[in-house]
């Protein structure tokens, strides 16, 4: 196992369309986090799932956003009608456990640039 | 909610010196954990060191301590023998515990670019 695998790497899409990232946890992990950097800024907390259910939901996650995580494996995250505020960094991270675990191992982020 | 603050936004270091980085939060939680996480230029975020707020010794990992003091709310964190590969963005994270504790999320500083010149 390679880590968290991230795709794309780089996104650019016009403003209105939709788009779709997917992440690839590590193989044990079964808590998958998502979160969002913008430029000059640290990541901010979207949602996460442990296994397949979504437990928490930012209120930054507009109604445009919405992450799965079929058969609690590999996640997607997808934006309706993109705006040039969604434009950022988008990170996910995975666990084994809870906090005793020793932190998130993250992916090297899908880079969205809507124009 | 819960807040982390990095007043440093850049600083630099000369090679095999020690530089400190500041981080203060704010919370109303007695039991949780702080994290430095480095995030080098066009990679990935690295877990550096996480300190447990019960746990008064300081953490420790290698060339990477912290200093925290939790009535002052402060987790600094120290590099000591500065290497050329230090150089990155660090970010602070403040653990939030959710889900009836089985579960946690990060609440980041804005980061403190760090330099290590030759």
């Known amino acids: 196992d390679t880590g968290v695998s991230q795709d794309p790497r780089h996104k650019i899409t016009k403003r209105g369309q939709n788009v779709t990232f997917r992440c690839d946890p590590i193989?044990?992990?079964?808590?998958l986090y998502w979160y969002r950097q913008t430029l000059g800024q640290g990541p901010e907390f979207l949602t996460y799932?442990?296994?397949?259910?979504?437990?928490?939901k930012s209120r930054l996650l507009s109604d445009r956003f919405s992450a799965e995580r079929p058969k609690g494996s590999f996640s997607t995250l997808e934006i309706q009608r993109t705006e040039q505020g969604d434009s950022a960094m988008y990170l996910c991270a995975s666990s084994p456990g809870g906090i005793r675990n020793y932190g998130y191992t993250f992916g090297s982020g899908t880079r969205l640039t809507v124009v | 909610a819960q807040t982390v603050t990095q007043s440093q936004p850049e600083m630099s270091v000369q090679e095999a010196e020690t530089v400190t980085l500041s981080c203060t939060y704010d919370?109303?939680?007695?039991?949780?954990?702080l994290f430095w996480y480095k995030q080098p230029p066009s990679r990935q975020m690295i877990l550096v060191i996480r300190?447990?707020?019960?746990?008064?010794q300081n953490a420790t990992e290698n060339r990477f301590s912290v200093n925290f003091q939790k009535a002052a709310k402060s987790f600094s964190l120290k590099i000591s023998d500065s290497q050329l590969g230090d150089t990155a963005m660090y970010f602070c994270?403040?653990?939030?515990?959710?889900?009836?504790?089985?579960?946690?999320?990060?609440?980041f500083g804005k980061g403190t670019l760090l330099t290590v010149n030759p």
């Open positions: 799932f442990q296994n397949e259910a979504q437990l928490e």
């Open positions: 994270a403040f653990a939030e515990i959710v889900s009836g504790g089985s579960n946690y999320k990060l609440t």
């Open positions: 919370t109303s939680e007695n039991n949780y954990y």
């Open positions: 300190q447990e707020a019960y746990k008064q």
């Open positions: 193989s044990e992990h079964n808590r």
